[in-house]
């Protein structure tokens, strides 16, 4: 085993993210705008490799221009934002993040002063006048119970939906369908709902990333009749709202 | 062979890459000072600004009688809202204050017996020259050592200082939860970002935080992989977006948040599941049922024994709390409130003290290897205003005890006039002609030296040790 010093570490580990953003540079088209590569022959248009007398030697790679100063939802942007992605329950309610977890929610909602929102940041403007809007663990825990008890009720109340105009969940697929096409259909309309933003045209890896949310979710529960939703289609469909719910694709814009 | 880059690898990875950076200024051998396990410390805020007569800095009641003077202790008026001041003067032959034996230490009317009974753990400053009188200022420059800039925090909360140290330690513990915040501000200015404070309201929202999620949406374990997975992926938007460490602190805190989601916390802090645990708790604080308490203590001394839970069970390395509010009386509360408030927040500080005492700890104890730092925004002012309450004052005082710290020990003094800051002897503690003033930024870097920590972070005040405050 070979040690490098902290000089030397910086140095790579600070190559390493220009080579990553410089790749992420290229935005124009296709798959390289997701993952990353490891490979350091992927230097992008900012860096370069020159030959000069003493051997070969790294030109160094500007910083990064694109990166921009992202920000963590606050709570009332949570607060509104949550009933518009998970539209009404079957009665024409909206779904949110409510007291009386489960199935069947009922009570406060879970951002409201008196829940947790001061414990995600939420200022009282009395001892706290600014928004603590820090994703930190407790935020993250709390994010992953929202969105399993939203996503659990959004899967429910399209499942009981008469008009199947009317699914959130569901919207361009059927309650039965696991046709690829109708689930990357699917897929990329619940992308614009719940980042705001169109996935790419042609194969887009993070449709891919989801696909096969779905389908793991869905193989599962065929097996497995202790799922949460009442049938395979709609646990797939579930999971992959938590996942989405989850991300900082969603938390952080 | 594919080598494949997870999001929270490569995040994780440029993070620690920045830590090692950043410990780059520190000395290795303070950093590991402290011994098989790392240091804790326990920063306790009552908020709004004490008054120091009637704790920390008394002044005698039959010395100081007259109502429009500088130095006016009114003990008698402040019974109005605490009686037990009326017993206090009874003890003490009229004048409210107490003396302990062994150290001489003062300590005025509202200190509760519980905590002046360990007087000899105490190391008492008084004299901080706080430079401001500015709740948000004063509060903030204790809660860094650091002068904020305008109103907004300079540097890192002491909490997160300690929980960041505690990364490098030797013993390479890696609590859930390093940094544990109830009721307080916190902040972490560049560093690693699985450190920083996890904030709740109080200690009734432990609960959430580490209790599990609920059964009833759970995943199966193949769809939870698969989402995992799905998280584990680095997009070149969420790089663009990590100007502000945003993403990467969403992503160091998927795992602590996986384990508080786990529940397996839980049964370190379920004080209603386990009663022999809430009576063993109780014992430090002097109380044999919780439900009986009004809503000022449950809060504050609930506070406090969560606190004890974070780290006894090894939870967290730092614990900020604050045990009282609304100190802030410039009208005639002071009279009814400010001295019932004191009396409960100091309560607290002698329970959790008493806790810490007689925790084991290896071949000690927990107090051996925590720091117990107690301040407020400031101190409010030796004269009665004509509404009946107290204003704000520069001359504060505050407290500190546990590792390193030398017990039963005074350092500094006010003036029998104004009580103003007297400049001190750091060596000695006692006042002298041609000495420093105490600052906060002078305690955070003695308190970081008595852990065995670095501060060349206290770097835009000329921090200055007070070796007095220090065991020989």
Known sequence: MRFVDSRHATSLCSLALALLLAGCGTTTTGAED?????????????????????GPSITPTPPPTKSRVGKRMT????????PVIAGPDEDGFPITWRANAGTNPSGTEMFADNKLGPALGDPNYIE????????????????????????????????????????????????????????????????????????????????????S????????????????????????????????????????? | MPHHISRRNLLGGLGAAAGVLSLGGLSLRQTMAAGDKPPLV???????????????????????????????????????GDPLILDALANTNGTGVFTDGPSGMTLGPSMPASLRAMASDLCLVRGVDMGTLTHAVGKRYFLTGKFPRGLSANGSSLGTRVAYEG?????????????????????????????????????????????????????????????????????????????????????????????????????SFDLEGNPDLLTGLLSHFGVADFASLDSQRKKSYGAAMLACQALASGTSHAVSLEVVD??????????????????????????????????????????????????????????????????????SSCLVAGMNIQGGKVIGAT???????????????????????????DIHATVLEAMGLGWDHLSNQTPLLIPAMLKA
């Open chain 2, 42 to 80: 326990v920063q306790i805020t009552f908020s709004g600004g004490w008054d120091t007569l009637l704790t920390l800095d008394p002044r005698s009641n039959l010395d100081f009688t007259d109502p429009d003077g500088k130095i006016y202790p009114a003990y008698d008026l402040a019974a109005n």
């Open chain 1, 128 to 211: 706290r006048v600014e928004e603590a809007a820090i994703p930190n663990a407790l935020y993250v825990k709390l994010m992953d119970d929202m969105a399993r008890q939203v996503c659990t009720n959004m899967a429910e109340a399209d499942r009981k939906r008469i008009d199947s105009d009317a699914r959130v969940l569901l919207r361009d697929t059927t309650l039965e369908s696991v046709e690829p096409a109708d689930i990357e259909a699917n897929l990329r309309y619940l992308h614009l709902r719940f980042f705001g933003e169109r996935s790419r045209a042609g194969e887009d890896p993070t449709i891919d990333a989801l696909k």
């Open chain 1, 75 to 82: 709570v009332a942007q949570l607060r509104a934002s949550i």
């Open chain 1, 213 to 253: 949310v779905f389908f793991t979710a869905h193989d599962e529960a065929v097996t497995n009749d202790d799922q949460v939703a009442q049938t395979p289609v709609l646990e797939g469909w579930r999971v992959v709202c938590i996942a989405m719910l989850k991300s900082p694709e969603f938390h952080i814009y």
């Open chain 1, 34 to 54: 997701e993952g990353v590569a490891s490979d350091s022959s992927t230097t992008g248009d900012d860096g370069a490799t020159e030959e000069t007398e003493e």
């Open chain 2, 326 to 395: 609304g100190l802030d009386t410039h009208d005639e509360e002071w009279q009814s409130e400010h001295s019932a408030s004191l009396r409960v927040g100091f309560e607290a500080v002698a329970g959790l003290l008493s806790f810490l005492k007689n925790t084991p700890d290896g071949s000690g104890v927990l107090l051996d290897r925590t720091v117990v730092l107690v301040t407020s925004d400031f101190a409010r002012g030796p004269e009665l205003n004509p509404r009946g309450g107290r204003d704000h004052h520069l001359a």
């Open chain 2, 167 to 267: 990364l490098a330690h030797e013993s390479r513990m890696s609590p859930a939860i390093p940094n544990l915040v109830i009721g307080m501000e916190t902040y972490n200015e560049g560093l690693d970002a699985s450190i920083s404070g996890v904030s709740i309201s109080d200690f009734e929202d432990m609960e959430d935080l580490v209790n599990a999620l609920r059964p009833e949406t759970l995943l199966a374990p193949g769809a939870a992989e698969a989402v995992e997975a799905y998280l584990d992926r680095v997009t070149c938007g969420e790089l663009r977006a990590d100007g502000s460490k945003k993403v990467t602190t969403f992503e160091a805190s998927r795992a602590s948040a996986a384990v508080l989601s786990s529940g397996a916390l839980w049964s």
């Open chain 2, 415 to 441: 003036t029998n006039d104004t009580m103003a800051s007297m400049p001190i002897d750091p060596r000695s503690g006692a006042p002298s002609e041609g000495g420093v003033l105490i600052r906060p930024t």
